[in-house]
């Protein structure tokens, strides 16, 4: 088991930047494969980037690549999502989730998800 809790979020002007980060318990992490996932209103829950479980292989989206990294540190039990660039169409809820194999970019592989940050981006 592993509880992921989310923070970091708020609001930006298009154009800004914000880092969320989501902080991990138990000793496991770095045997994880991390996640960041989107919802906005009326839509549905959409990939974001992946990271494996050691940092050496990345994934993304093709709506953020170029403008979102993330990284993590496994000493810290903690994974970043570096957002810049912000554009209003980012505004959603933002969802780390964990899963104990490959990096996937499908919701429904993850195992384990925080409750979520609010990112909120006004033109």
């Known amino acids: 088991q592993v509880q992921l809790v989310e923070s970091g979020g708020g609001l930006v002007q298009a154009g800004g930047s914000l880092r969320l980060s989501c902080a991990a318990s138990?000793?496991?992490?770095?045997?994880?494969?991390m996640g960041w996932f989107r919802q906005a209103p009326g839509k549905e829950r959409e990939f974001v980037a992946a990271i494996n479980w050691s940092g050496g292989s990345t994934s993304y989206a093709d709506s953020v690549k170029g403008r979102f990294t993330i990284s993590r540190t496994n000493a810290k039990n903690t994974v970043y999502l570096q957002m810049n660039s912000l554009k209003p169409e980012d505004t959603a809820v933002y969802y780390c989730?964990?899963?104990?194999?490959?990096?996937?970019?499908?919701?429904?592989?993850?195992?384990?998800w925080g409750q979520g940050t609010q990112v909120t981006v006004s033109s």
């Open positions: 989730a964990a899963r104990t194999r490959t990096v996937r970019e499908v919701a429904g592989a993850y195992d384990f």
């Open positions: 138990g000793r496991t992490f770095s045997s994880y494969a």
